[in-house]
């Protein structure tokens, strides 16, 4: 990494928020009548993928096969019982040490961005008292391929006026790292996942972060 940094793009569940459990009732909701029983493996496969993909794979697991305007009808289905549950969503739900940095961010003039397949990014920070914070928030139905493509990070970049090679990218799931790895930013992935090894920089938690760190890791590559 030879230049410095000048933006972060972050992920939004599981990065910003712990939203996943919402995430977890929500897939299961959808499933029941379909007597599938959902597990919590299974959602965590699903981190950074968007509601149409989501329900696409949760019929191929369960072998069912339905038309593309059920598959519509169920994402949609899918996203009203999630929102419902987004009711209770508050700043108690922002993720360990996010607040912290994001402020120290601020505090250096470092621009930051959301690139989350969530349609429901600017609600979730709105709710969480974040949306102040990110100027950029990629709209995921403007993007022609999702992660584990990396174009949505890519626009958010561009979107930031700010070079490729001075970006980091934040990430929790195995689709958005991919993402990212395809890039030439600074990959951080953050939580257990086997898949976060491969990022540049791996933490436990969001606790971690700092700007202090990101700015050393990204100067040694």
């Excluded at 949609?76 to 922002?94: C, D, G």
Aim: glycine share 8%.
């Amino acid at each position: 990494m030879t230049k410095p940094l000048q933006g972060v793009i972050f992920d939004m569940d599981g990065v910003i928020t712990d939203t996943m459990p919402f995430y977890f009732q929500a897939n299961q909701e959808l499933m029941r009548p379909f007597g599938i029983r959902f597990t919590e493996e299974q959602n965590n496969k699903l981190k950074g993928i968007g509601r149409r993909e989501t329900v696409q794979y949760l019929l191929k697991e369960a072998n069912v096969e339905v038309s593309d305007q059920e598959i519509a009808a169920l994402a949609e289905k899918r996203n009203e019982i999630y929102l419902s549950l987004l009711s209770n969503l508050s700043p108690r739900h922002v993720l360990p040490g996010i607040i912290e940095f994001l402020e120290e961010l601020k505090m250096e003039n470092i621009p930051v961005a959301l690139a989350s397949s969530s349609q429901n990014g600017p609600y979730v920070l709105e709710k969480v008292g974040l949306r102040d914070y990110f100027p950029v928030v990629i709209d995921p139905t403007k993007v022609k391929k999702g992660k584990p493509d990396p174009e949505i990070f890519l626009r958010a970049a561009h979107t930031l006026g700010v070079d490729e090679e001075g970006c980091a990218g934040i990430e929790d799931g195995e689709a958005g790292l991919k993402a990212l790895l395809h890039t030439n930013m600074f990959t951080v992935g953050v939580g257990e996942d086997d898949y976060m090894k491969y990022a540049h920089w791996t933490i436990p938690s969001t606790r971690e972060l700092s700007l202090k760190t990101l700015i050393e890791r990204m100067k040694k590559g």
